[in-house]
């Protein structure tokens, strides 16, 4: 008797069972997405400009091509004006060869389509990045066989530790939402002192670059809830997807914004796999 009333509990809790559809804001009007990085290599240096789409929107990417974007040091009438280049899509300096130093704060000015955004970042000193080295591995558990890399290098600074890793593999940007890899200083820099294993697998001849940057608690923000917004499953435990905190300003206008602007040092190696 007792069995056959676990058995009615569960067909009853089986029936009833309701699939619910949350429903999400949509987008109203034109609203900007900026990307922009600033930084003391002319390789990284350049502003993408896009048009915000709902959440469940799968259409291609839609730059915004006619907007007026320049990069100022506080204090001063030295500007970095950009240009939109349509090979890359994105706004690049018209003077490749200047660059953030290090101690200066750099202002962010866009104006399109009767508004103007404003953000503000500061170029912080570069840690250490003293070698990668690899090691060939079995497979393991949750791991495939092959060669690991580790990262060592030194953070010597007491504040404004955020950084970001990212990897090149064969000419290959990883950028899935696995691959975002950012870490502070919430456990100490021990483990980069030790050697920073990346997680990935490579094989041999597989040429990789590590680029690392240093950053202002801001944009690590923004990065971070980012990465939280790419790994909700939309599940009944998931939080509401949300667009993450931006650092950029509306200062003329009524249009909202979303994204960042990041000021980094650029740290990069380069090593090739071989047996």
């Known amino acids: 008797m007792k069995n056959s009333w676990i058995i009615a509990l569960l067909f009853f809790i089986v029936s009833c069972q309701i699939e619910v559809d949350l429903p999400l804001g949509e987008i109203e009007g034109d609203i900007p997405v900026i990307e922009a990085i600033w930084t003391d290599n002319s390789i990284f240096n350049e502003v993408k400009i896009s048009l915000a789409k709902n959440y469940l929107d799968t259409t291609a990417f839609s730059p915004i091509t006619d907007a007026e974007v320049v ?17 890359t899509r994105s706004y690049k300096p018209v003077n490749g060869s200047l660059v953030a130093n290090v101690g200066e704060t750099y202002e ?51 504040e404004n530790n955020y950084y970001r890793i990212q990897i090149i593999e064969n000419d290959t940007l990883k950028n899935d939402a696995e691959d975002y890899f950012l870490f502070d200083d919430t456990f100490g820099f021990t483990f980069f002192e030790n050697g920073l294993e990346l997680g990935y697998a490579f094989e041999p001849g597989d040429r990789v670059r590590l680029i690392l940057y240093r950053m202002t608690v801001e944009p690590y923000n923004y990065l971070n809830q980012l990465l939280g917004l790419l790994f909700t499953d939309g599940g009944l435990f ?38």
Do not use: H
Not at 117 to 142: K, V
Not at 244 to 273: A, C, H, K, M, W
């Open 108 to 158: 962010l000015l866009i104006d399109w389509n009767e508004n103007s955004f404003y953000a503000e970042g500061l170029m912080l000193e570069a840690p250490t990045l003293d070698s990668l080295t690899y090691q060939y591995e079995e497979e393991r558990p949750f791991r495939d066989e092959g060669y690991y890399i580790k990262a060592y290098g030194k953070i010597p600074f007491e």
């Open 238 to 275: 998931s939080p509401p997807p949300q667009n993450p905190d931006t650092n950029i300003q509306v200062i003329r206008g009524d249009s909202e914004v979303l994204g960042y602007f990041l000021v980094s040092p650029i740290l990069t190696e380069f090593v090739v796999i071989r047996e």
């Open 71 to 87: 990069i100022r040091k506080q204090g001063t009438e030295t500007t970095f004006p950009f240009f939109y280049n349509r090979d």
